[in-house]
Antibody, heavy 121, light 113 residues
Framework: EVQLLESGGGLVQPGGSLRLSCAAS????????MSWVRQAPGKGLESVST????????YYADSVKGRFTVSRDNSKNTLVLQINSLRAGDTAIYYC??????????????WGQGTLVTVSS | DVVMTQSPDSLAVSLGERATINCKSS????????????LAWYQQKPGQPPKLLIY???TRESGVPDRFSGSGSGTDFTLTISSLQAEDVAVYFC?????????FGPGTKVDFK
C-alpha cells in the first residue's frame, strides 16, 4: 500500500524557514517523480515544486523560485522541501504527491494528508 | 503558464441525477506524438487530500466507480457523474500535466439540491 507521510509544518514568522519531509513507502520511490502541492485555507491547488524520477530534474512555481528547494533521498525514501524567506502568502497545507510514472509529465496518483505551514508574526 | 478554467463554480444536483463539470485549458494539452490529452480530474472532500479520479482525460483510476467518466480533447474537457451518490459531494479539480508548471482549475463544488 502506497503511503506518504508529511512532517515539518508549523507556525513560523515572516522571513523564517522550515524543512518539510515526506516519508514514502509501498512503492519503489526512486523510480517515480514526486511533487509538492499546496492549498491555502479555503482556496485551490497550486503545484509548487516537482522532482523527476530518473534524472531528478527539478521545477518550481515562479512564486517560490529562489526560496524553495526540493530534494530526494532515494536511500531513505524521503522527499524534502526546504522553504526559506517565508511570507504570509505561503500559508497553506503542503501536500506531498506521487506521480504515476518516473516522468514529471504524469498524473498525481497518491497524495499525503498534508502538513500545515502558517506564516504569521 | 497554461490557465485552467472550470464551469460552473458550483452546482446542486438531486440524488441519482447527472452532474457535468467543464474544464477548459488556455492552450492545447494534447501530445500529437501519442494522441494523449495530459488532463487529470481530482475529487477533494472536506478535510481530505485530493484523490485522483481520471487521467489522460478519460482513463478511470483503479477503484473509481464507473459512474465517473471523463471526455474531451485539445482544450475542452468534461467530467460527468452519471448518477450522483451521497459520497460524491465534494470539490472537483481538473489539472493539466502537459506543461510545467502543472496547473489546476479553480474547482467546482458539487452538492445536493
Amino acid at each position: 500500500e502506497v503511503q506518504l507521510l508529511e512532517s515539518g509544518g508549523g507556525l513560523v514568522q515572516p522571513g523564517g524557514s522550515l524543512r518539510l519531509s515526506c516519508a514514502a513507502s509501498g512503492f519503489t520511490f526512486s523510480t517515480y517523480a514526486m511533487s509538492w502541492v499546496r492549498q491555502a485555507p479555503g482556496k485551490g491547488l497550486e503545484s509548487v515544486s516537482t522532482i523527476c524520477g530518473s534524472n531528478s530534474n527539478t521545477y518550481y512555481a515562479d512564486s517560490v523560485k529562489g526560496r524553495f528547494t526540493v530534494s530526494r533521498d532515494n536511500s531513505k525514501n524521503t522527499l524534502v522541501l526546504q522553504i526559506n524567506s517565508l511570507r504570509a502568502g505561503d500559508t497553506a497545507i503542503y501536500y506531498c504527491a506521487k506521480h504515476g510514472r518516473d516522468t514529471c509529465y504524469s498524473r498525481l496518483d497518491y497524495w499525503g494528508q498534508g502538513t500545515l505551514v502558517t506564516v504569521s508574526s | 503558464d497554461v490557465v485552467m478554467t472550470q464551469s460552473p463554480d458550483s452546482l446542486a444536483v438531486s440524488l441519482g441525477e447527472r452532474a457535468t463539470i467543464n474544464c477548459k485549458s488556455s492552450q492545447n494539452i494534447i501530445d500529437s506524438s501519442n494522441n494523449k490529452n495530459y488532463l487529470a480530474w481530482y475529487q477533494q472532500k472536506p478535510g481530505q487530500p485530493p484523490k485522483l479520479l481520471i487521467y489522460w482525460a478519460s482513463t478511470r483510476e483503479s477503484g473509481v466507480p464507473d459512474r465517473f467518466s471523463g471526455s474531451g480533447s485539445g482544450t475542452d474537457f468534461t467530467l460527468t457523474i452519471s448518477s450522483l451518490q451521497a459520497e460524491d459531494v465534494a470539490v472537483y479539480f481538473c489539472q493539466q500535466y502537459y506543461n510545467i508548471p502543472f496547473t489546476f482549475g479553480p474547482g467546482t463544488k458539487v452538492d445536493f439540491k
